[in-house]
């Protein structure tokens, strides 16, 4: 064999070595994409597959001020937040750890549904049937007339309402879940799974969208999403936001925790059947339950995605096995039942919304909380508009006053709380239309309900046998106080008899007099005032419409009034009271 002959054969050697190199950096190259994620390790023979991504943890730890809400709106909104990108590997970290493990601190884990167990199709097979199995039997066993949370159908609609975060994202874990060019098996699966929930092409199929127009048939309208208005919904409970922002967060790192997102995967898919006592419930509410009949069908474990989650994982742990044998696939499956538990754990939500519905609030404590987180802004708004003599842009930094003054107009009535002036201020063509979210406005109902049956000492106009001249005397003492600074009264005239004489006067100078001479004034006011007629008078088309007036009237005192106005409008005891030398009585008018 001659030099050049040998040289030949030396270097087609070192080609060999070399493409068998590559094939190997890339074999493990691939398998890193799965469990790891890409890493700045340059040294091949340092990287560690079967280990958990540390060092990038270190490198870029969690900002621990920002809240679940606050994440949900940066990864939603990530072109506008690109500096926190580096934070997500942590931010999936803090969720993960506590399920994890290598830890044996959280009682949680003993359950025997969360229980960690040794990987092998037979054991997966052996816990995933019981689990089914459980699911079955607590749905069978289910009946929604004995439902001890969610006892009536306000209490499912919040239910319905505080899953929106999750439900209104549904599938987002799988978003980014195939990468680039040819894909694996695995992927296949996976992106199959995703393509459902995205709608397959159809819009009436897309999972969001349908839960939407579940939102939609029980009144209940939100903004995008990806919103600020939505991320930050004082009505939507911080763990409700927890469940989302995790399936978020883990789908933009899905090589770096594929693991974790198999196993969230799984949970899922195979525990479809929790669904459906839900869909008893909002059956036996009459509720609309597409949504979750479609994930029931959709979902099923003999041909549908619970039965390519289980597929997945098995092919998934067959890949682990042929490239580090019996202790790597041990290592990746607790990193796939820590994805499995956490997805059912995290942020505790379950826990917050039982204690949501069950906890019976004090709608004045939530009245005071309302007015507190819209004092921002409702503090500017009101220009000099007045309430009891106090500016009600002041009013918000004194929410007791504020309702106090409130209690005491005429915005609200509890004898007919539908049709309280406040909610007409909130219609389409009224002026806080918006201001309050639906959840807000069942407040309101609840806390006007509260003086159903209360008398008002202040305001108490008495009953139908009681003497109609001193209660309009009273009423007259109780809108003293709340006309103080009202500017229009100051500009308003009315004629009436005045310590033996006739005078006019503005609105505002009656009111500071006796309450007789201001009911003298209203009885000789020609214009407005019937007496013997109220549905005659113009003053009572006043005091029950939707005007800022009418707004300070409550429904007992426009009674009042009437009751006054109907019976002559007596002033004492006197049926007659002389103006400019003419007689007035009673029965003059009308």
Avoid at 64 to 77: P, V
Avoid at 169 to 178: E, F, K, P, V
Avoid at 321 to 327: A, C, L
């Amino acid at each position: 064999m001659t030099k050049h002959q040998l040289g030949q054969k030396c270097l087609l050697l070192a080609l060999l070595v070399f493409v068998g190199l590559v094939h190997s950096i890339r074999h493990q190259q691939f398998f890193q994409d799965y469990s790891h994620g890409e890493h700045n390790i340059q040294d091949l023979h340092e990287l560690q597959i079967n280990e958990y991504p540390h060092s990038h943890l270190n490198n870029y730890p969690l900002d621990k001020t920002l809240k679940d809400r606050d994440w949900f709106y940066i990864i939603l909104n990530m072109e506008s937040n690109v500096d926190k990108y580096a934070q997500i590997p942590a931010l999936v970290h803090s969720y993960l750890e506590p399920y994890n493990y290598e830890h044996d601190d959280n009682p949680i884990l003993d359950v025997y549904k969360y229980h960690y167990f040794d990987y092998s199709i037979d054991n997966l097979n052996q816990r995933l049937d019981d689990i089914y199995n459980m699911l079955y039997n607590e749905s069978e066993a289910y009946d929604p007339a004995k439902d001890t949370i969610f006892k009536t159908k306000e209490d499912v609609v919040e239910r319905l309402f505080q899953f929106s975060p999750y439900n209104l994202l549904d599938g987002a874990w799988l978003r980014y879940i195939t990468p680039p060019g040819p894909i694996s098996n695995i992927h296949n699966y996976l992106f199959s799974i995703w393509m459902d929930e995205a709608g397959n092409g159809s819009l009436d199929k897309n999972h969001a969208r349908m839960y939407q127009n579940t939102l939609k048939s029980i009144g209940v309208t939100l903004p995008p999403v990806n919103s600020h208005e939505f991320a930050y919904n004082p009505d939507i409970i911080d763990s409700a936001y927890s469940q989302s922002t995790y399936a978020l967060a883990i789908s933009q790192m899905g090589k770096m925790f594929f693991p974790e997102i198999v196993g969230m995967t799984l949970q899922l898919e195979w525990e479809v059947l929790a669904l459906k006592p839900v869909i008893k419930l909002l059956k036996y509410h009459g509720i609309d339950t597409s949504y979750y009949d479609m994930h029931v069908a959709i979902d099923n474990a003999v041909n549908g995605h619970g039965f390519k989650a289980k597929k997945l994982v098995i092919e998934y742990m067959d890949q682990v096995r042929k490239i580090g044998g019996e202790e790597l696939v041990q290592k990746i499956w607790k990193r796939i039942w820590n994805g499995y538990i956490t997805f059912t754990l995290v942020g505790g939500f379950f826990d917050d919304l039982e204690k949501l519905i069950t906890h019976k609030y004090d709608p004045h404590e939530e009245m005071v909380k309302m007015i507190l987180r819209k004092s921002k802004y409702g503090s500017k708004n009101h220009n000099d508009r007045t309430m009891g003599g106090k500016k009600i842009n002041d009013l918000f930094a004194d929410p007791e006053l504020f309702l106090s003054l409130i209690s005491k107009s005429g915005l609200i009535d509890p004898d007919n709380v539908e049709n309280s002036n406040i909610f007409k201020t909130t219609t389409s063509d009224g002026k806080m239309y918006g201001v309050f979210s639906d959840y807000e406005l069942k407040i309101w109902k609840d806390w006007i309900k509260t003086f159903s049956n209360n008398s008002d000492p202040d305001t108490d106009t008495g009953s139908d046998d009681s003497d109609t001249v001193e209660d309009m005397k009273k009423m007259i003492d109780a809108w003293r106080e709340r006309q103080d600074g009202v500017f229009a009264h100051a500009g308003t005239e009315l004629t009436g008899p005045f310590q033996g004489s006739t005078t006019t006067e503005s609105v505002q100078w009656w009111f500071e007099q006796e309450s007789i001479d201001m009911m003298g004034a209203l009885a000789n006011w020609d214009t407005h005032v019937v007496c013997g007629s109220a549905d005659k008078s113009e003053f009572m088309k006043m005091i029950t419409s939707n005007s800022a007036m009418a707004n300070e009237i409550k429904q007992e005192e426009r009674k009042l009034a009437a009751k006054w106005i109907d019976e002559g409008c007596p002033l004492e005891n006197t049926k007659y009271v002389q103006l400019n030398g003419w007689s007035w009585s009673p029965h003059r008018r009308g």
